[in-house]
Nanobody, 120 residues
Framework: QVQLVESGGGLVQPGGSLRLSCAAS????????MGWYRQAPGKQRELVAT???????NYADAVKGRFTLTRDNAENTVFLQMNNLKPEDTAVYYC??????????????WGQGTQVTVSS
C-alpha cells in the first residue's frame, strides 16, 4: 500500500508564506514525478507544480515566481514553498505521486488533502 502524508497547511494572511510537505511511503519501486494540485470550492482540481525524477519542474502560471517545488529523493519527499500568498490561493491542496509500485505497475496516488486558507 502506498501512502502520501501531507503537512503544512493552515491559515495565513495575504502576503504570508506557508511550506507544504508530502512524503511518499509504502510499496514503492520508483517515483517518476511528484507534485501538488489544488481544488477551490466550485472549481476543478488544477495543477500547481510538479517535479520529475530528473528534476524538471512545471508550474501553473498563477503561481510562477511565488511558489517553489523542491524534492528530497532519499526520503521520497517534496516541499512546496508558497510565498506572497493571495486569497485566490485558498484551496485544498493534494499531493500527487506518479510511481511504479512493487508490482511494477505505474499509477497515480493522492494524499488526503490539506487546507490552505489565505485571509485577513
Amino acid at each position: 500500500q502506498v501512502q502520501l502524508v501531507e503537512s503544512g497547511g493552515g491559515l495565513v494572511q495575504p502576503g504570508g508564506s506557508l511550506r507544504l510537505s508530502c512524503a511518499a511511503s509504502g510499496s514503492i519501486f520508483k517515483i517518476n514525478a511528484m507534485g501538488w494540485y489544488r481544488q477551490a470550492p466550485g472549481k476543478q482540481r488544477e495543477l500547481v507544480a510538479t517535479i520529475t525524477n530528473g528534476g524538471s519542474t512545471n508550474y501553473a502560471d498563477a503561481v510562477k515566481g511565488r511558489f517553489t517545488l523542491t524534492r528530497d529523493n532519499a526520503e521520497n519527499t517534496v516541499f512546496l514553498q508558497m510565498n506572497n500568498l493571495k486569497p485566490e490561493d485558498t484551496a485544498v491542496y493534494y499531493c500527487n505521486a506518479r510511481l511504479m509500485n512493487s508490482d511494477y505497475r505505474w499509477g497515480d496516488y493522492w494524499g488526503q488533502g490539506t487546507q490552505v486558507t489565505v485571509s485577513s
